[in-house]
C-alpha cells in the first residue's frame, strides 16, 4: 500500500499542466486531471513517453448488504476508501491520427497493469476486508467535447491476500479538468 501512496504522491508532484493539444506533440509533459462521478474518485494521469502514461486514482466504493434479522430486514451501507496506481500503453494513437481521429486527453485504446488497494471498513452487520489487487487490463478511453471522459476496462485479476483469480471490469464516467 505504501507503493500506491508514493506512486499519488510522485504524480502530484510532477503536474506541469492542465491542458493538451490535440495533436499531442509534446506526449511527455501532458497531465490529466480527472473527476468521475459513475465510482467517485479523482484522478491524475501523466504520459512518460509517447505511448506510455501512469495514472493514480484515489476513491470510495460501495458495499450494500441487505439482511434479514430476528425476522427484520436490516441494511449496512459501506465506503471502503480504493486506492490505484495504473500504467497504461496506448496501442492505436499513430493509427487515429491517420484516420483524423481526436487523441486529446489519452482518447484511444490501451493495455494496462493496475494495483488496486482497498482499506477494508466494518459496519454493524457487515464488512469489507483489505484487499490488494493486481490486474492485467484492455480498455478503452474517449473525452467528448474536451470534458466528458468515458472509460471502460476489462481482463484477469488476481487478489494478492486471497490467491484467488477473477474478471476485473472497471466503467468510468467523469469529467475532464
Known amino acids: 500500500m505504501k507503493h500506491v501512496y508514493a506512486l499519488v504522491l510522485l504524480l502530484l508532484a510532477t503536474s506541469t499542466g492542465l491542458s493538451q493539444d490535440q495533436n499531442k506533440l509534446d506526449y511527455a509533459d501532458e497531465t490529466i486531471f480527472r473527476l468521475n462521478v459513475l465510482t467517485p474518485s479523482a484522478e491524475v494521469e501523466h504520459d512518460i513517453t509517447e505511448n506510455f502514461s501512469l495514472l493514480a486514482n484515489v476513491g470510495v466504493g460501495l458495499s450494500?448488504?441487505?439482511e434479514e434479522i430476528n425476522n427484520e430486514t436490516e441494511s449496512d451501507f459501506l465506503f471502503p476508501l480504493i486506492l490505484e496506481g495504473s500504467g497504461r500503453y496506448y496501442t492505436?494513437?499513430?493509427?487515429?491520427?491517420?484516420k483524423g481521429r481526436n487523441i486529446q486527453y489519452n482518447s484511444g485504446n490501451f493495455i494496462g497493469l493496475n494495483l488496486t488497494q482497498v482499506i477494508g471498513v466494518e459496519g454493524d452487520i457487515s464488512r469489507v476486508d483489505d484487499q490488494t489487487v493486481l490486474s492485467a487490463t484492455y480498455g478503452l478511453q474517449r473525452t467528448y467535447q474536451d470534458f466528458l471522459n468515458f472509460t471502460f476496462e476489462a481482463g484477469p485479476s488476481y487478489d494478492l491476500e486471497d490467491s484467488d483469480v477473477s474478471l476485473y471490469i472497471g466503467v468510468q464516467i467523469g469529467f475532464t479538468l
Open 92 to 98: 492505436n494513437f499513430n493509427r487515429r491520427l491517420e
Open 64 to 66: 450494500i448488504t441487505v
